[in-house]
């Protein structure tokens, strides 16, 4: 007889050995993988304060000011007491305003300043301008996987040792320069930090974390088998667990419709007419819009377990597109319905954030074609993988037979790993769940 399931135990178990390794392991690196919503930034904080109270100063590397600026606030919120320095650029308004605040944090531009606390906190490109200070027995380097290889090499001289956190199915590094001429050298410094380390250093400690505590069980079993088939994760929440209700019924309109399905099984699929469109389609637009407009005057309310539901007020909805100029046009189509304070953006600026309701336009939605761009791997997860409770896609209908037109052809670069699963296989499998949820409207 097999043993039940135990979200709690297994993430703890493996909490557990992540920080054995990076607190008494022999190795120079840890690498720890991590599925979406599974506690990347409380493991981060976990394992600054275990190596502050070990008495082992430490380093932290993010990628963007947002992330370092919620990461003192996390460690400034666990432990008030731990001295944290939090070291900025000499812009003007260069971290929020709201650390000066806290008692425990220093701010400088300097590293110097900062010298002797036991946590100091910056962005990649911050770090890799310090220069003549000692290095720091240990690091971590959050959202490993979204930072360059080269990003690495530069601040690889300031800590003897390292603990890797990030999500392997997310959206790669991002380059504004074509990489092609490097594909498949051993110093690519496009490839993710992680790809190059572990390259380079095939015997490092690898772990991942088994749980996802945002996604609903209603959403973990396609996100894992479409994304992360080799790290498979589980829900941190049983089937039912999760519950979306409506204040007022519906009105029987495919809007409505489509949230109630969303609402019952986690996923809604809102089809418009095949029909090659422009970008930023008009039809599509006004359909994500009416649908989000729908769910705010439906007063949805969202409860997990034996909570009471709480109301999906405008700040716990978002909307996503693969295109800013698609999320320009839903916030004005938004804005034409009296919507405001629903956050629209692209798959980039909405990772590593999460809602109770997410919409998104389908990257495939009316394309005459499937490039690259469009194929992306780590964009369709980002999407599909943003929410709580139930996520809704608007797309045009005839992506299935697009697929099935535009085969994956990516040419086949030497010494360059195979990516898998590929973003065509990714988007077929994605699909074809989305397809069992399928509500048509005609416009």
């Known amino acids: ?146 930072m360059r290889s080269d990003a690495l090499l530069a601040v690889a001289g300031l800590f003897d040792r390292a603990l890797f956190v990030g999500d392997p199915g997310q959206l790669d590094p991002f380059s504004i320069v074509g990489a092609e001429q490097w594909a498949g050298l051993s110093y690519d410094p496009s490839a993710s930090a992680v790809s190059t380390l572990l390259a380079h250093n095939p015997e490092l400690p690898q772990h991942r974390l088994p749980v996802s505590w945002r996604l609903p069980a209603s959403a973990a079993p396609l996100v894992s088998a479409a994304f992360y088939p080799y790290t498979p994760f589980r829900s941190g929440t049983g089937p039912g667990e999760r519950r979306l209700s409506f204040g007022v019924a519906s009105d029987g309109s ?64 978002a909307v996503g597109t693969a295109h800013r100029d698609q999320a320009a046009a839903v916030r004005a189509a938004l804005a034409e319905l009296g919507v405001a304070d629903v956050t629209v953006d692209t798959a980039n600026r909405l990772q590593g954030r999460e809602f109770d309701v997410t919409v998104v336009l389908h990257p495939l939605s009316g394309r005459p074609d499937a490039t690259a761009f469009h194929l992306e791997t780590g964009r369709l997860c980002v999407l599909a993988s943003r929410h709580r409770h139930a996520c809704i896609v608007v797309c045009r209908a005839g992506v299935a037979e697009l697929l099935d037109e535009h085969p994956s052809t990516e040419p086949v670069q030497l010494g360059v790993t195979v990516k898998f699963p590929d973003g065509w296989d990714a988007m077929m499998t994605t699909w074809d769940h989305l397809a069992d949820h399928r509500v048509p409207w005609t416009p």
């Open 1 to 146: 007889m097999s043993t039940p399931f135990d979200p709690s135990a297994e993430a703890a178990r493996a909490t557990e050995a992540i920080l054995a390794d990076t607190l008494h392991g022999t190795h120079r690196g840890v690498v720890v993988d991590s599925p979406p919503g599974a506690g990347k930034s409380t493991l981060v904080v976990n394992a600054a304060r275990e190596l502050a109270a070990a008495g082992r100063p430490l380093m932290v590397i993010a990628q963007t000011n947002a992330q370092v600026d919620d990461l003192v606030v996390r460690l400034a919120a666990k432990d008030p007491q731990l001295p944290v320095g939090r070291l900025h650029s000499s812009d003007p308004d260069p971290y929020d305003k709201a650390l000066d605040e806290l008692d425990n944090v220093r701010t400088s531009a300097k590293a110097g300043d900062l010298a002797g606390l036991d946590i100091v906190i910056s962005t990649a490109a911050k770090w890799a301008h310090v220069q003549g200070v000692e290095p720091w027995p240990h690091a971590i380097v959050d959202e490993a996987y979204q």
């Open 254 to 317: 495919a809007h409505d419709r489509v949230i109630d399905e969303a609402a019952e099984s986690g996923w809604g699929l809102l089809e418009l007419p095949a029909r090659h469109t422009p970008r930023t389609d008009p039809e599509a637009v006004r359909a994500v819009a009416r649908v989000v407009r729908r769910l705010l005057d439906r007063g949805g309310a969202a409860s997990t377990g034996a909570s009471e539901p709480a109301p999906v007020t405008a700040e716990r909805i």
